[in-house]
């Protein structure tokens, strides 16, 4: 019994080593609080709904395999209702009546810049999961996201748009009072006129504007062989039904535009206008890769649509948040800090570590949208690029 036992002991200690060595991974009692910010109502609420819902399915997986060292997960959401000022609100009211340490949101870059500050200042660790301006982490090193930069992916679509849609005169269209549509257009412009490309007509609105005509008449004039629409869906949605309604064409067809992951939403907010569009984004259901699938069935099966990267972005969020507690052993915001900025592994949405910024370092997809078997609207796969 006594040779047994010692096995017994040696095999115990060897399933603890295989697991980092950290059995008891998050030391403390009770729920693990995770505060989340997202934007259920309002011009963007597919991507706050469809994040919640990643999170959503990420806990209920944790959870059923016994959760974090025996602690379950609990997630406490707010609805800022894509408004800065109301996740200003929604931050002091997770940090101050839920006491969370530990938050996952917002879903825009201002609406994240405008808690990033408050979260550094306070120790909160704070995980973005798709708010991509530059900014974002700006306020210091509590702060990570889980998505690529606009950088990143206005380049990415700056060298689609030459090389792929075979442009060499585009035209730009975007927010001059939103980072997010500011700088991808900067950086799609950047890198299209880099490898010879011209941009013929380069107009701006104001946000909430519904009327785009005007613009539109001056890109139409200027004949450009495509048009880039750095914006979130619910506008781009008005752009698009007002561009194809005056008839900008492109060698007699409807001339390819062009987006960020923003775009993501459209799917379900627009209609044939949207055709010959292409976009950036972290994530694409289409993957054959044997983790994509599993979260792509298992997120099917609970709720009966395809994942959107929102969705794919929260779900990671919430791993690496769940993946630093067990590697540091604590949910204390500056061990888990620490610990994710040392992560490396694989995600849905690709393998993940940090940059000195906590910006991830990860490939970009780009997809078109199609029309599917059902008639529906839908997203096909056309390319990967890597940082």
Do not use: H
Not at 232 to 250: D, E, F, H, M
Request: with cysteine; glycine share 10%; charged share 20%.
């Amino acid at each position: 019994m006594k040779k047994l036992a010692v096995i017994f002991l040696s095999l115990c200690l060897a399933v603890m080593a295989f697991a980092g060595g950290k059995a008891d991974s998050a030391a403390g009692s009770g729920d693990i609080i995770i505060g989340g910010i997202f934007p259920l109502s309002g011009g963007v609420a597919v991507y706050g709904t469809e994040a919640q819902k990643g999170i959503q399915l990420a806990i209920e997986e944790i959870n059923a395999a016994g959760g974090v060292g025996g602690r379950n997960i609990v997630l406490i959401s707010e609805d800022d209702e894509g408004d800065a000022a109301k996740s200003v609100s929604a931050f002091r009211k997770l940090t101050t009546q839920n006491k969370a340490k530990l938050i996952i949101g917002s879903l825009t870059s201002g609406c994240t810049i405008a808690v990033s500050s408050l979260a550094q200042a306070q120790g909160v660790l704070l995980m973005a999961p798709a708010a991509s301006a530059e900014a974002v982490t700006d306020a210091g090193d509590y702060v990570f996201r889980a998505c690529f930069i606009d950088p990143f992916q206005g380049t990415v679509a700056g060298v689609f748009a030459f090389q792929e849609i075979n442009a060499k005169r585009a035209a730009v269209l975007y927010d001059n009072g939103n980072d997010y549509s500011v700088g991808l257009q900067e950086n799609f412009v950047k890198a299209f006129t880099s490898r010879g490309g011209t941009v013929v007509a380069s107009e701006v609105y104001n946000g909430g504007d519904v009327d785009f005509n005007a613009q539109l008449t001056r890109i139409k004039a200027a004949n450009p062989d495509m048009v880039y629409l750095p914006d979130y869906y619910s506008t781009v949605a008005l752009i698009a039904k007002q561009l194809r309604a005056q008839g900008i064409n492109a060698q007699g067809t409807p001339v390819p535009i062009m987006g960020a992951d923003g775009w993501d939403g459209l799917q379900e907010n627009a209609g044939d206008e949207v055709l010959n569009g292409f976009f950036t984004n972290n994530f694409t259901p289409d993957s054959t890769v044997p983790k994509v699938a599993s979260f792509v069935k298992a997120f099917q099966g609970k709720f009966g649509a395809l994942p959107t990267s929102f969705a794919a972005l929260g779900y990671d969020s919430l791993y690496l948040v769940r993946d630093a507690i067990i590697s540091a052993g604590s949910t204390e915001p500056a061990a888990v800090r620490d610990a994710l900025a040392k992560i490396d592994g694989n995600y849905v949405t690709g393998n993940i570590r940090f940059d000195a910024k906590r910006n991830p370092v990860k490939s970009a997809v780009v997809l078109e949208l199609v029309k599917g078997s059902n008639g529906k609207l839908t997203t096909a796969y056309k390319s990967t690029v890597n940082p």
